[in-house]
């Protein structure tokens, strides 16, 4: 299946961010302010300890 950017119309393999079923690209999710879909990032399993995020810089 194919994807394309809301708002500049750009075909993508992945949503970077959607609201509702609107799906925009890294550059315009920024650009709009919109957060990363919370699933995208690939995340480290669940036995590892998590950062702090004090911690980094
Ligand atoms: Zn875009």
């Known amino acids: 299946m ?6 500049c119309r750009r075909p993508m393999s992945a949503a970077f961010a959607t609201v509702g079923e609107y799906a925009y690209g890294p550059k315009c999710a920024k650009i709009a302010g919109l957060l990363p879909n919370v699933s995208h990032a690939p995340r480290a399993p669940m036995n590892q300890p998590e950062v702090d995020a004090s911690q980094l810089a």
């Open 2 to 7: 194919s994807l394309v950017c809301v708002r």
